[in-house]
């Protein structure tokens, strides 16, 4: 049974449920194609984390965010 995780930043740049549907039909898929993997077996689970929480290089994403914003 395979399990996948995705991580994505929540908040205002949170996928809608309608993108989170498509991550999940088509991850589900690339595992049936790739894998052979059965559809109804495939855990697929996405979690949105608070950009607050989610740090690169030293820096949370909402200061990298902020950065970037002001240096375009």
Same mark, same amino acid.
């Given at each position: ?19 989170? $549907?498509?991550?999940?039909? #088509? /991850? ?5 194609? =790739?894998?052979?993997?059965? !559809? ?9 984390? $608070?950009?607050?929480?989610? #740090? /690169? ?5 909402? =200061?990298?965010?902020?950065? !970037?914003?002001?240096?375009?």
């Amino acid at each position: 049974m395979p399990y996948v995780n995705i991580k994505v930043t929540g908040g205002s740049e949170a996928p809608t449920a309608e993108q989170k $549907a498509e991550l999940i039909r #088509g /991850v589900t898929d690339l595992l049936g194609r =790739v894998l052979n993997k059965n !559809a109804a077996t495939t855990v697929v689970i996405i979690d949105e984390v $608070a950009m607050d929480n989610w #740090g /690169v290089g030293g820096e949370t994403t909402t =200061v990298r965010r902020q950065k !970037a914003k002001f240096n375009s």
